[in-house]
């Protein structure tokens, strides 16, 4: 399984981003899609995920901000950023989730947000 992430950056506050994550790999389809961030010294948290019948869960720190979508013919899933905040900087980690099966990270993307 691997997960190539993309869409990562620099912007300003107020601004917006589209991170993009595909699944490959002769797999069965994810379960739960997800994106989590790591800031600097600090733990990785959940941003938000999906599952595989739409089921939407997100954090609260980005509710009402950022969408999740997917795309399963494709095996992939989108994150849009909007109203970013300097807060919102971080590594963002895709990840895909099949129960028994696997749970496959990606490597990474880069968001600042500058202030």
């Known amino acids: 399984v691997q997960l190539v992430e993309s869409g990562g950056g620099l912007v300003q506050t107020g601004g917006s981003l589209t991170l993009s994550c595909v699944v490959s790999?002769?797999?069965?389809?994810?379960?739960?899609l997800g994106w989590y961030r790591q800031a600097p010294g600090k733990q990785r948290d959940r941003v938000a995920i999906?599952?595989?019948?739409?089921?939407?869960n997100y954090a609260d720190a980005v509710k009402g901000r950022f969408i999740i979508s997917r795309d399963n013919a494709k095996n992939a899933v989108y994150l849009r950023m909007n109203s970013l905040k300097p807060e919102d900087t971080a590594v963002y980690y895709c990840?895909?989730?099949?129960?028994?099966?696997?749970?496959?990270w990606g490597q990474g993307t880069q968001v600042t947000v500058s202030s």
């Open positions: 990840n895909a989730y099949r129960p028994l099966d696997y749970n496959t």
């Open positions: 790999g002769n797999i069965l389809e994810p379960d739960v």
């Open positions: 999906i599952t595989r019948g739409d089921g939407i």
